[in-house]
């Protein structure tokens, strides 16, 4: 669809466009939408939905102008955040645009809790089992965070702990040596987002995705970060990583209890903050279980049956 809008005031449009056309681009980046400005015009392409919602965010930002009030980009950020809640239908309230040509959501009732959690909360733990989503969700919320302006930057941090075998020493500079470990989040960063965004994105150091050894000493504001695998950390691990949380920043801490490759003689953090930190305002703790498998009908069943063995 193409669509094509005057400005009611052109000769303000640096204002309304913002400096360097940023207003511009968070509503194209927000949206997936291609938007070109030239003197009293702007012309929208893209999918019928997404073109609709652009023109009803240029809408509300020409009548701030008429209004003589400012546009900023926490302006831009409401107007998206408004114009999105506007088109959802009732039944879709849980919906998480990724902006990419893709919609997220919830499929199960425990998903719909973890999205309401991580909406309503600046720190989430969401225990699991394979397969219920728990890493996928909190990156699809991440990656919303980031493109409307919610959150300036998005780390994805991760344990290099090898699952049940020594791998030996791995070949490369330390990069080369940590992305197996981080692969499964560059999985998901990549479902969420095209590949030239989210390098664009790295190189710009918006987005991060690291081994959890290289959180030691840093505070994070205005983030959402995500640590995944969180059965595998220590609790002098994850006591790091939960104190790196700075102002204005949220947190989503995931992982499967039943699966934790630390040696039987060390405890695990995620297990050991569950004990801990229940009943703490401000923080909650969401579990998944087998009726929140999403992925192949045999992984429902798999889990049944290596559940049924560690009862026995």
Do not use: W
Not at 95 to 103: L, Q
Not at 132 to 141: D, N
Not at 184 to 213: G, K, T, W
Not at 243 to 262: A, C
Request: hydrophobic residues 40%; aromatic residues 6%; glycine residues 8%.
């Amino acid at each position: 669809m193409e669509l094509t809008i005057s400005l009611d005031q052109p000769d303000l449009r640096y204002a309304l466009f913002g400096p360097g056309d940023a207003h511009l681009k968070m509503i194209r980046q927000a949206l997936n939408v291609q938007m070109f400005a030239r003197r009293g015009v702007v012309k929208i392409t893209g999918e019928p939905e997404n073109v609709s919602q652009a023109a009803a965010v240029l809408a509300t930002l020409q009548e701030r102008l008429k209004r003589n009030q400012p546009i900023t980009t926490e302006v831009v950020s409401e107007a998206l955040s408004s114009v999105s809640k506007e088109e959802k239908p009732a039944e879709t309230g849980d919906i998480i645009a990724v902006y990419n040509g893709r919609t997220v959501k919830p499929r199960s009732a425990g998903q719909r809790r973890y999205i309401e959690a991580i909406r309503t909360h600046d720190l989430v733990f969401c225990v699991g089992p394979a397969g219920t989503g728990k890493t996928y969700l909190a990156v699809a919320m991440a990656v919303n965070m980031l493109k409307t302006g919610r959150a300036k930057r998005m780390i994805l941090a991760r344990p290099a702990v090898e699952a049940g075998e020594k791998l030996g020493f791995l070949p490369g500079d330390m990069q080369a040596k940590v992305n197996p470990y981080l692969r499964p989040l560059f999985d998901a960063l990549h479902d969420m987002m095209d590949f030239d965004q989210s390098r664009r994105f790295m190189n710009n150091d918006i987005i991060e995705v690291i081994p959890l050894a290289f959180m030691r000493g840093r505070t994070l504001n205005d983030s959402v970060i995500i640590l995944d695998e969180a059965q595998n950390t220590t609790p002098a691990q994850m006591l790091m990583f939960l104190t790196r949380m700075g102002h204005g920043s949220k947190m989503i801490i995931t992982g499967d209890d039943s699966q934790i490759d630390l040696p039987e003689s060390v405890p695990s953090g995620l297990i050991d903050a569950e004990k801990r930190l229940k009943g703490i305002k401000g923080l909650i703790f969401i579990r998944l279980d087998r009726r929140d498998i999403v992925r192949h009908r045999l992984v429902q069943n798999i889990v049944d049956a290596y559940g049924e063995k560690n009862n026995r």
